[in-house]
């Protein structure tokens, strides 16, 4: 390239004079001076320029550029041919951030969000952004993900249970908090069921003993058996007992004139008979018969209503006699006295007042062993 007329600037220019040469930097108007104070007239003056480009670059750690890596920041230049053949050099100002890496170690319960994002197991995880100068930040975590301790248990007790300090008395669902050996909640439910003891009372009364579970008991008193339930709990039975005693033999003589009936029993032959009875306790009563007909009344002409439990009424009859009558008159002939039971006696009283000493008469009818009788008499009441 030949410059004729006008001034280059920034330009580095190569001057050819015989064999002197000289390069020239700055203002110039076709004239360079040289060494040996040579000046050439324009028209022998050839100017050939070389390339200098000058470039701003940022990158992030490094920089492969022109065949090399660069990593630092500073300034580099690469020189090569330009298209007339002379040098082409580039000046790069080179500006070097940097990544930036933080790892994280972090343990914990069951999950962890991190970034948006939740994770339930352990691992290595990452995450990229970009720092404050542009480049990559990458977040490195080493997740350990422990996990909550649970443990169900199954609980009968009887009336309570005591569990971690506390008392219940009822059946339900319970929770206890703690930590594990990984510093995780530790939950422990207990399914609790709350049986009770049974008790129970029972009265009964008994003829000179009675079994119960086991045991004979012949007094009466109170008493305990002590067993299991069917939910493993106390069972208390409580048991009042009365024992009550078989009555003592007994005899009865009878004299009947007619046949007797005894207990259901109806009896025509003298002899002594044996029957057993229930007493008021409801317990044996055993009962000898001695049985005796008779062919008449033996009467007595004289009785005692003082009160001294002798001979107190007339007449005594022990037996029940068929077609019976007794009339009882005083001396004018007045009836003070009637009964058609023979079992039934004159206690010496008219119309609820005691009569006076004397003699009174008595008119009695009956049948014994199937004859009539009729037996007129005095008897005489002393008090």
């Known amino acids: 390239m030949i410059f004729m007329n006008n001034k280059i600037k920034n330009v580095f220019v190569t001057c050819f004079l015989a064999y002197f040469t000289s390069t020239c930097f700055g203002n110039f108007s076709y004239k360079?001076?040289?060494?040996?104070?040579?000046?050439?007239?324009?028209?022998s003056l050839v100017a050939l320029s070389t390339d200098t480009n000058f470039v701003n670059m940022s990158a992030c750690d490094s920089l492969f550029w022109n065949g090399n890596w660069y990593n630092t920041t500073g300034i580099y230049s690469y020189t090569t041919v330009n298209n007339l053949g002379f040098d082409s050099t580039i000046v790069m100002s080179l500006n070097i951030s940097r990544t930036t890496i933080s790892e994280f170690n972090v343990i914990a319960c069951n999950s962890y969000d991190w970034n948006g994002i939740t994770y339930n197991t352990s691992g290595t995880y990452t995450f990229i952004s970009n720092n404050a100068v542009g480049c990559d930040s990458i977040a490195k975590l080493e997740l350990t993900i422990n996990n909550t301790s649970k443990l169900e248990l199954d609980i009968e007790a009887c009336e309570s249970y005591t569990w971690n300090g506390t008392t219940y008395t009822s059946s339900g669902t319970f929770f206890h908090y703690t930590s594990n050996t990984v510093g995780c909640d530790s939950i422990t439910s207990l399914n609790l069921s709350i049986n009770n003891a049974s008790f129970s009372f029972d009265e009964t009364s008994a003829c000179d003993s009675y079994f119960w579970n086991g045991n004979t008991y012949t007094t009466s008193g109170i008493y305990e058996y002590n067993s299991v339930n069917r939910y493993g709990c106390d069972s208390v039975a409580t048991l009042s007992l009365i024992i009550?005693?078989?009555?003592?033999?007994?005899?009865?003589r009878i004299e009947s004139c007619k046949n007797y009936e005894f207990n259901g029993n109806v009896y025509a032959q003298e002899g002594e008979y044996q029957d057993t009875l229930v007493n008021i306790n409801g317990c044996d009563s055993i009962v000898f018969l001695n049985l005796s007909f008779i062919e008449d009344l033996e009467l007595p002409n004289a009785f005692t209503p003082n009160f001294d439990n002798k001979n107190d009424i007339f007449p005594t009859i022990e037996i029940e006699l068929e077609d019976y009558s007794l009339m009882i008159l005083n001396s004018w002939g007045q009836e003070i006295y009637f009964s058609n039971n023979s079992k039934n006696s004159w206690d010496g009283k008219f119309n609820g007042k005691y009569c006076q000493n004397g003699t009174y008469y008595y008119i009695m009818n009956y049948k014994c062993k199937g004859l009539s009788t009729n037996r007129n008499g005095q008897i005489m009441l002393f008090k």
């Open 32 to 43: 360079c001076s040289f060494s040996n104070s040579k000046t050439i007239n324009n028209s």
């Open 244 to 252: 009550n005693s078989t009555s003592n033999v007994t005899y009865q």
